[in-house]
């Protein structure tokens, strides 16, 4: 449970300008083209898409949500390696926050979501820069739903990836305008879950001391 109370703890903190809190998780696409045209909505009757489709692979999605400042990215790539993390966090610390102190990280419990990362795909003084300015806190085991960017790609899933998408370009141009437009209404997230909810509510997730004197 220290996992699960480190991260509510973190999501407790007050918003600190010099050290933004951003959830970051990843996600999976299956790539499917049309095999025979979709035909469009008429008068009365609705778009018809045929049943068939081709399996054009998969991509993956790596996406980060600053839930203090409505913020997010998505990264679409063609795998999910420890070498592509190590990009999507040089990304992160150099491009979406230059000016923080350290980004305080939360993101699942992954072999790849470690410092021997960064070092695999940089030199040692740039893999050591970029660590420098992450403050990462994982997940415990089965308690991914802690890490508020599985609620951003639940939206994301339902609002905009739920439909044949061909091919990776046409995926990271609408995941890119989905995020755009939350960027522009800066939706955020309120989180409410605290450490005393965890004790009151999760109490059969807990081990039983062995000393309650």
């Known amino acids: 449970m220290a996992k699960l109370e480190d991260v509510l703890r973190v999501y407790g903190r007050p918003p600190d300008p010099a050290r933004p809190l951003v959830c970051f998780d990843e996600a999976g696409k299956e790539l499917r083209a049309d095999v025979r045209a979709p035909q469009r909505p008429a008068s009365g009757r609705p778009a018809r898409e045929d049943a068939e489709y081709a399996r054009a692979g998969s991509a993956n999605l790596f996406l980060w949500v600053a839930p203090h400042l409505g913020r997010r990215q998505i990264t679409v790539t063609t795998q999910r390696t420890a070498v592509d993390w190590a990009h999507a966090m040089r990304e992160l ?25 960064l070092y695999k795909a940089f030199p040692p003084a740039e893999a050591a820069r970029i660590w420098s300015r992450l403050e990462l806190h994982s997940t415990p085991t089965h308690g991914s739903w802690l890490n508020m960017a599985e609620l951003e790609l639940s939206a994301l899933a339902r609002q905009c990836l739920d439909r044949r998408i061909p091919d990776q370009a046409t995926l990271a141009g609408e995941v890119s305008a989905w995020a755009d437009e939350r960027n522009r209404a800066a939706v955020g997230i309120d989180w409410r879950f605290s450490v005393d909810d965890a004790r009151s509510t999760l109490t059969h997730v807990y081990p039983v001391p062995e000393d309650v004197t």
Request: hydrophobic letters at 45%; aromatic letters at 4%.
């Open 93 to 117: 610390v150099d491009e979406a926050f230059p000016e923080a102190e350290r980004i305080v990280l939360v993101l699942d419990n992954l072999n790849t979501h470690d410092p021997a990362s």
